[in-house]
């Protein structure tokens, strides 16, 4: 998960500065799927020592995703071998088929009982980003179980979802079970650069088959576990957009000469106020334009006077929402486009007047805005035709996918949700302000929804791509019974009975 999806932070922070009380939570009801008899998520003892083991064997592979330009194939070749060791029923089933694709990744076809009904696709990734030893209590590619974790780079990000997908899938197939609905299985090995060697082929793949898909569900947000202290009861986020990205550079030219006899301006003095102003002037203010709103209005009345009228009421208070929004990090990257200055190159000498100076920015696209909108302001706001604007890389926001009532995927991830944790009484719609390789399949499908099955909690989040990576062994147990349920929910060819907000 390239720097991860942290609409629920966003929204923590957010409610945590307009907010210091909670009201008692109004719940979901729970609600039974239809469909055929139903195989319950209970796993023997031998089942869950047996889950986390193979967990453990996969983070001791380290697939690690270095640069564009350099991953470790060793690894990824290892990595397939592993899966056909750990999961020789998902491979010898007669209606599962699996391709490789692009070297590394995997493609399964899960052919159902009833082709009437609109296949949907589960992604992963099972690369990781680098995980130097220094920091760490543990080494990072062990797979250490510890006190109840299991330590390791990709415990989070992500390869708990691929083995949780495939062990899932591993159970329901020694219960003999049979899908109604055909679905897809999409795991990446190199969705920490970009995937366009895993996601994007797989997804031409199955456009050249003609396949439409009624949804797709990958990593993304999570069950938000005590980031607000006024905020007992934990809520999920379903992320259903994600920001765009932009990698600019900027760039001046000057003529070099001796730092004896200076010109007025270097290219270095030019570069820095043109970087200097991006950093001053931000991108406009885009609350109200996207998920992030409802989110709001949703958990309103999980609060109490007066942050339960504020919320019920964004038409009237909006803009003080939007100016509070602007006081955090995370909160401010959900309203609008950021800038960040990531880089600088510039001299060769130190009495050398320098004839190139280079600064690399990275932006994050706000999904009601565009590359090209967004490249446009910047101009706009450096202001300076001797500064030049050279794009590297960039893509759109894909469009933000349903939420509402009629919408399949979102709906059965919400009552899974609701069967599997509880406990979790809200769950509202939000924005990825990172990016994952979902974006590769918005061709395949209108609902691309961001969903890890997992709680969040303040010190977990600091772990994804930095130190001391774990999982709790209960919690991954509970992400494979996630998924188990999920896939028998989607059987379903009717979709679940909404939940009323009140707003």
């Known amino acids: 998960m390239v720097p991860r999806c942290v609409g629920v932070l966003a929204l923590a922070a957010v409610l945590l500065l307009i907010s210091s009380a909670v009201s008692r939570s109004k719940g979901l009801r729970d609600r039974e799927l239809p469909g055929a008899s139903r195989i319950p998520s209970q796993f023997s003892e031998e089942e869950r020592v047996a889950m986390k083991e ?23 070749a290892e990595f397939g071998e592993y899966i056909h060791k750990v999961f020789p029923t998902v491979f010898s089933t007669s209606f599962i088929q699996h391709e490789i ?7 399964f076809t899960v052919q159902g009982s009833d082709s009437s009904l609109q296949p949907y696709l589960l992604l992963a990734h099972f690369d990781v980003v680098p995980a130097p030893e220094e920091g760490w209590e543990v080494p ?5 179980e510890r006190d109840g974790f299991i330590h390791g780079r990709g415990t989070l990000d992500n390869k708990n979802s ?3 997908i495939l062990q899932a899938l591993k159970l329901l197939l020694t219960r003999n079970y049979i899908p109604r609905r055909s679905f897809f299985i999409a795991l990446g090995h190199d969705e920490e650069i970009s995937g366009t060697n895993g996601a994007l082929k797989m997804s031409a793949l199955l456009q050249a088959r003609g396949i439409q898909l009624a949804f797709i569900v990958d990593e993304g947000s999570f069950i938000l576990d005590d980031f607000i202290p006024s905020l007992k009861k934990p809520f999920a986020m379903i992320s259903v957009s994600e920001k765009g990205a932009m990698e600019l550079m900027l760039q001046v030219n000057t003529t070099p000469g001796h730092s004896s006899a200076p010109p007025k301006e270097t290219s270095i003095g030019i570069l820095s106020a043109a970087v200097s102003r991006l950093e001053q002037t ?20 999980e609060f109490s006077f007066p942050t339960n009228v504020v919320l019920r009421n964004l038409w009237l208070f909006q803009p003080i929402v939007s100016r509070i929004l602007e006081r955090n990090p995370i909160t401010n990257a959900m309203v609008r486009t950021t800038t960040a200055l990531t880089m600088f190159h510039s001299g060769i000498k130190a009495n050398v007047i320098p004839p190139v100076a280079q600064a690399t920015v990275n932006v994050r696209i706000h999904p009601a805005q565009t590359v090209h909108e967004v490249l446009e302001l910047a101009k706009k706001i450096v202001a300076d035709d001797r500064v030049q604007f050279h794009v590297l890389r960039a893509f759109d926001p894909p469009p933000v996918s349903p939420s509402d009532d009629q919408a399949f995927g979102y709906q059965l991830l919400r ?3 609701q069967s599997v944790f509880p406990e979790v009484n809200t769950v509202v719609p939000g924005t990825c302000i990172g990016n994952t390789d979902s974006r590769h399949y918005a061709n395949l499908t209108t609902g691309i929804y961001l969903f890890n099955p997992l709680y969040l909690k303040p010190q977990d989040f600091s772990s994804i ?5 774990k999982i709790a062994v209960q919690a991954y147990e509970t992400q494979v019974k996630f998924i188990f349920e999920f896939i028998q929910n989607a059987d379903s060819d009717t979709k ?8």
């Open 101 to 107: 694709v692009g070297n590394y990744s995997y493609l």
């Open 465 to 469: 791509h930095g130190l001391n990576e």
């Open 162 to 164: 691929v083995m949780a």
């Open 496 to 503: 679940p009975a909404p939940h009323r907000h009140e707003l």
């Open 282 to 301: 931000p991108m406009p203010n885009m609350f109200g334009n996207g998920p992030f709103k409802t989110a709001l209005q949703q958990l309103a009345s």
């Open 415 to 417: 009552k899974t949700i």
């Open 140 to 144: 990072p590619f062990s797979g250490l």
């Open 54 to 76: 193979a967990l453990k064997g996969a983070i001791q592979i380290p697939t690690v995703s270095f640069s564009y330009e350099k991953s470790n194939t060793t690894a990824l």
